[in-house]
C-alpha cells in the first residue's frame, strides 16, 4: 500500500512538473510571438448594465467591413523586443489619425500594456498568426469594468 501511495504521489509530481512547464512555454511562447506588426482583424464587446440600466447591447466589427463601418483602416499594433509598442489610427486613405504609445509585458497568461495615461491588461490566447485578447472594460464609461471586449488581431509581419 505504501508503494502505491509514493506511486501515486510520484505521477502527480510529475504531472505538476509538465504543467509549471507547460505555462512557463506559453509565457515564452507569447514573449517571443508578440515582435512584429499585427493588424485587428474583430473588435466585439458586450456591454452590460448599459447607461445605468439593465438594458445592454453588443457591439461588434469584422477586418472586412471595418472601413465601410468607421471610415478608417483597422488599427495595427506594433510591438517591438524591447517591450515597446505602439498603435496606429489611420484613415481609408492611408493618412496617420494619431498613435498610442507605450511599454508592454508578458506575466503568465496576462498582456499588460502601460501607456502615459492608462493601464491596460488582457488574457491572451496565442494562436497560430492570431492574438485573442480578452479583458473586462469600463466601454459604456459608466464607470464599472463590467463590460466584456475580446479583440482579435493577425500577424503581418515581423
Known amino acids: 500500500m505504501k508503494k502505491l501511495s509514493e506511486l501515486i504521489f510520484s505521477a502527480l509530481f510529475v ?13 515564452t511562447d507569447l514573449k517571443s510571438h508578440l515582435p512584429g506588426e499585427w493588424e485587428v482583424e474583430s473588435l466585439r464587446v458586450q456591454v452590460n448594465t448599459a447607461d445605468n440600466t439593465d438594458s445592454s447591447y453588443v457591439f461588434e466589427a469584422q477586418r472586412d467591413s471595418w472601413i465601410a463601418k468607421f471610415q478608417v483602416k483597422p488599427f495595427r499594433t506594433f510591438y517591438t ?27 503568465g497568461d496576462t498582456l499588460m500594456r502601460i501607456e502615459p495615461t492608462a493601464t491596460y491588461q488582457y488574457t491572451v490566447k496565442l494562436q497560430p498568426g492570431r492574438l485573442e485578447y480578452k ?10 469594468e463590467d463590460d466584456e471586449y475580446i479583440e482579435v488581431q493577425r500577424f503581418l509581419k515581423r
Not at 15 to 27: M, P, R, S
Not at 87 to 105: F, H
Open 135 to 144: 479583458s473586462m472594460v469600463d466601454w459604456d464609461g459608466d464607470g464599472q
Open 81 to 107: 523586443d524591447d517591450n515597446k509598442y505602439r498603435i496606429e489610427y489611420r484613415t481609408q486613405y492611408d493618412s496617420l489619425i494619431s498613435t498610442s504609445r507605450g511599454i508592454w509585458n508578458v506575466f
Open 15 to 27: 504531472i505538476g512538473l509538465a504543467y509549471c512547464k507547460q505555462d512557463d512555454k506559453t509565457v
